[in-house]
């Protein structure tokens, strides 16, 4: 174990006036430092409970929103759940323009654009597929001289290998100068893309600097990875940033959260340390040069990749302020740093950790443990059987589930079943904290979700069966089943008579693109879809060609994911016992709780107000003068609550949840909040609106 060594301060600053940038949101999460901030005071603690609704925008396509608005002058601009990028009056909610197919339908997620302007061009960037599209702002049409016609693929930066990949972008590209640096979403299994950061130049397309998550020969880091070949291997792949960035213009420095190698959980094929995989990287955002570097994961065979951007605020210490960056991660710790040095503002220690029993598999020694903050979520090793949920009819059967379960912290996964909590959803997500820039206070959603973690041994050898069928058994079975029937309490839906709900063409797109956590498959060849599409219509003949495998397919994985489990009782609801969601103030100058809060309830067990607490994806908007705004909750309300200590001060049952981040802007000289309610993720109603709240 050790401590990391204390760095001389920075001198004091005296605390400065609010900023422009925390006044307007034109930026995703609010502004380059993700703050989720804003200095607009018209709403306040006072009047918060007379807020209506102001307008409302019906998109074409149902269902899940993401995404978190951006407003620019008196424009506000989103995306729907079908990826149509839309422009609306931000006073009115009237559609100025739309950019999207009028037939296909996308069944992908996105959490918002972009924006970029230099003297009167003024573009939106946004993505679809593996593309991305520079828009121009006022009028919705492809700038014809970005790329080709106005989009570039944005594979077109990486090696020849990643070409025929699944590669798409969730989440807003980071925008500096004339860059725009683009998260990236890859497959999670074995012949994953390479999770390269890439900058590309917003005028012309052209790929401008990469950095290397998984370090060429030469590089700081190679030796991290036993096999020094890991960059060009067919197996190995990812330690991409899928859930955004952050960017400090002033010192010109990026800051990307990455996630884990692939494939996720069997770390065999890619033995080391495995950096830079689930680290914060500290980039010059000019050249892409590394700065400094954190990694929270060592050789992650948990998914324990960070889960949103870093935020960007001022800490003190002994009277002194610190530029600081803020990550939160899935474990539940806030890891706190210097940003322009990467000296930890919080002592961290290595601390050893279970080694793995499965053969071929080398867990790390040792795993980084911030002393403070406390976790903001519990953790499995904390629980007893007396956590066992009060309401659970099955209690016998869970005891025994519970009993047989690994619950030490960073159990390796196993073919026995290991109790993961916080889940694979994590206790912080993609909705991310949200900081009191200048005030050095964090507010955290968490989920309170366990789940179960297990690998199978992996028989890959030629199917004797039919083609569609060997292909299901390789792709999708892990979340879908064998029997196809998925498991709808951790969000697989069942497979069973598809031909009564969609058309061929349909599904055929999302296996090619993905959809919501399910990645895509574009690797499939023709034969392999068309056959995977008569197996799953049914109407597959049973003495169709067989899969041969090859014996240089991809059977060098020993094992493979058993597949995503909730722990539930049987009633659909946590097995553990409230909360199910929380709320969490925690003040980053001192690394103590200011309130922590229930958050959600759950309406099927007739209690009332803000009870159990519930599931949660999408994170808050803080003012300066004392509000907290957030939905978020699988109830489906929006609620506004007192930053100071945790009080409901207003709530609004929304058409459907929404699970995405509000947007705080203001028209005309009056203040809004608008937030995307597409529900459908966690067996919610379908929504398509976007709501925008005012005072009346």
Request: glycine share 10%; charged share 25%.
């Amino acid at each position: 174990m050790f401590t990391f060594p204390r760095f001389r301060f920075l001198r004091n600053r005296k605390k400065k006036t609010a900023k422009k940038e925390y006044a307007t949101w034109s930026s995703y999460l609010g502004d380059a430092g993700r703050t989720h901030f804003s200095t607009l005071s018209q709403i306040n603690k006072e009047n918060v409970e007379t807020l209506k609704v102001a307008w409302t925008y019906e998109a074409e396509d149902w269902g899940q929103m993401q995404m978190n608005p951006i407003v620019v002058d008196s424009i506000l601009y989103g995306v729907t759940a079908a990826l149509r990028v839309v422009a609306l009056h931000s006073g009115t909610g009237e559609e100025l323009w739309q950019f999207g197919d009028s037939v296909k339908v996308w069944h992908s997620t996105s959490r918002g654009v972009s924006y970029w302007s230099k003297g009167e061009d003024q573009r939106i960037l946004c993505t679809r597929g593996a593309y991305l599209y520079a828009l121009d702002a006022l009028t919705g049409k492809p700038i014809a001289s970005f790329g080709e016609n106005g989009r570039i693929d944005l594979r077109s930066g990486m090696d020849e290998s990643a070409q025929n990949k699944f590669v798409i972008s969730n989440t807003p590209g980071t925008v500096f100068k004339d860059l725009i640096v683009m998260p990236l979403r890859v497959s999670e299994g074995v012949g994953a893309a390479p999770g390269d950061i890439m900058a590309f130049n917003i005028i012309t397309g052209k790929l401008e600097w990469s950095f290397y998550t998984i370090p060429r020969p030469g590089e700081f880091g190679h030796e991290t990875w036993e096999d020094s070949t890991a960059y060009k291997s067919p197996l190995v792949g990812a330690a991409n940033n899928w859930a955004g960035m952050a960017v400090d213009k002033k010192a010109e420095i990026i800051y990307v959260p990455t996630g884990s190698a692939a494939p996720d959980f069997y770390g065999g094929v890619r033995l080391g340390q495995n950096l830079f995989s689930n680290s914060l990287l500290a980039l010059n955002a000019n050249t892409g040069e590394r700065l400094w570097h954190f990694q929270f994961t060592h050789h992650d065979i948990w998914d324990r990749d960070p889960p949103a951007p870093p935020n960007l605020l001022m800490v003190e210490r002994d009277g002194e302020k610190i530029p600081a960056v803020a990550q939160v991660t899935k474990q539940g710790y806030v890891f706190v740093f210097n940003r322009l040095t990467g000296e930890p503002l919080f002592d961290i220690e290595e601390m050893p950790f279970p080694k793995s029993k499965l053969e071929g598999e080398e867990t790390w020694p040792t795993q980084p443990i911030p002393k403070s903050p406390k976790p903001f979520a519990r953790l499995s090793q904390e629980l007893t059987e007396a956590n066992i949920s009060p309401f659970a009819e099955n209690k016998e059967e869970l005891l025994d589930v519970f009993a047989s379960a690994d619950k030490r912290l960073y159990a390796p996964p196993n073919i026995a079943p290991v109790l993961l909590l916080p889940g694979y959803d994590g206790a912080a997500e993609w909705g991310g904290a949200s900081v009191d820039p200048e005030e050095g206070i964090l507010y955290v959603n968490s989920n309170e979700m366990a789940w179960m973690l297990g690998v199978i041994e992996n028989n890959e050898e030629a199917y004797d069966g039919p083609l569609g069928e060997s292909i299901y058994q390789k792709y999708c079975v892990t979340c879908h089943q064998p029997d196809r029937k998925g498991n709808v309490g951790s969000g697989y839906p069942s497979l069973l008579d598809l031909q009564l709900r969609k058309e061929k063409n349909e599904v055929s797109q999302i296996i090619t693109n993905g959809k919501g956590m399910m990645t895509g498959f574009p690797q499939l060849t023709k034969e392999e879809m068309d056959a995977l599409l008569l197996f799953l219509f049914d109407e597959e003949i049973k003495h169709t060609v067989v899969d041969e495998r090859s014996e240089n397919s991809e059977t060098e994985e020993k094992y493979k994911h058993a597949g995503y489990t909730k722990f539930l009782d049987s009633n659909g609801l946590p097995a553990i016992d409230p909360p199910w969601g929380t709320m969490h103030a925690i003040d980053l100058n001192t690394g103590d709780y200011k309130w922590s809060i229930s958050f959600g309830n759950t309406p099927e067990l007739g209690e009332k107000g803000i009870g159990t607490g519930t599931e949660n994806y999408g994170g808050a908007v803080v003012t300066e003068n004392g509000l907290l705004f957030i939905a978020a909750t699988k109830d489906g309300f929006f609620r506004a609550f007192d930053k100071e200590n945790g009080t409901l001060l207003w709530e609004y049952e929304l058409p459907a949840p929404a699970f995405a981040t509000p947007a705080m802007y203001e028209f005309n000289g009056k203040q809004y909040i608008a937030i995307a309610c597409g529900g459908e993720k966690l067996g919610t109603k379908k929504g398509n609106k976007i709501i925008a709240f005012a005072l009346p």
